[in-house]
């Protein structure tokens, strides 16, 4: 079956640090792969996504690359801010009307 | 467009009692989607719906019923509360891959 791994938290930064979160997948055929997030009291937001290899995911600064051979869709942010605080999960979805297997959530921090 | 929308937002529960969770769509999505959250382990799917009148078992669809009478409407039912219940429940809707969220019910069970 299908499974996404991505790193435990929290992960603390300080403001304009550069952040990586690790995701990387299972699944049987070719799916699509998404990052949420989700503010404290908040539900889920999408923040970007990638339908196919080598496409890249950007959105409010943060990028991710899906790639095949390493099945990984790691997020990155070259400067990030207090109110990126939030959780965020990596998702994969196998089809159009599919659910999407989630990971279990990396909490990120990030102090002034 | 209000998107999903999910009532209530708080509840407290003694364990054997049953309630309904709310969970309504206008953006006219075929398929819904009811998933619990529990720290440390992230989202589980408990039901799905891919149109009104069909509905199917997710990961964890035990003590939970589910009916899609309408496109709108995707209600939860709980049908005697357990404290193993206590979590906060998401709706989601979906569109070519993508899930939109509610804002989430946070449930007690004591």
């Known amino acids: 079956g299908n499974s996404v791994t991505q790193m435990e938290g929290p992960v603390t930064l300080s403001e304009e640090a550069f952040l990586t979160i690790n995701c990387t997948y299972t699944?049987?055929?070719?799916?699509?792969l998404f990052w949420y997030v989700q503010y404290p009291g908040e539900g889920l937001q999408l923040l970007l996504k990638?339908?196919?290899?080598?496409d890249k995911g950007s959105n409010k600064g943060f990028e991710a690359t899906y790639r095949k051979e390493t099945t990984s869709f790691h997020l990155e942010k070259g400067s990030v801010q207090v109110s990126d605080s939030a959780v965020y999960f990596c998702?994969?979805?196998?089809?159009?009307?599919?659910?999407?297997?989630f990971g279990k959530g990396t909490m990120l921090l990030v102090s002034p | 467009n209000a998107g999903v929308t999910q009532t209530p937002k708080f509840q407290v529960l003694k364990t054997g009692q049953s309630m309904t969770l709310q969970c309504a769509q206008d953006?006219?999505?075929?398929?819904m989607s009811w998933y619990r959250q529990d720290p440390g382990m992230g989202l589980r799917l408990i039901h799905y719906?891919?149109?009104?009148?069909?509905?199917d078992q997710g990961e964890v669809p035990n003590g939970y019923n589910v009916s899609r009478s309408t496109t709108e409407d995707f209600p939860l039912r709980l049908l005697s509360a357990a404290p193993s219940q206590t979590s906060v429940y998401f709706c989601?809707?979906?569109?070519?891959?993508?899930?939109?969220f509610g804002p989430g019910t946070r449930l007690t069970v004591l």
């Open positions: 998702a994969l979805s196998e089809g159009g009307y599919s659910t999407l297997t």
């Open positions: 989601a809707t979906t569109l070519v891959g993508e899930q939109f």
């Open positions: 990638a339908t196919k290899a080598d």
């Open positions: 719906s891919v149109g009104a009148g069909i509905t």
């Open positions: 699944a049987t055929g070719y799916p699509s």
């Open positions: 953006m006219n999505h075929e398929y």
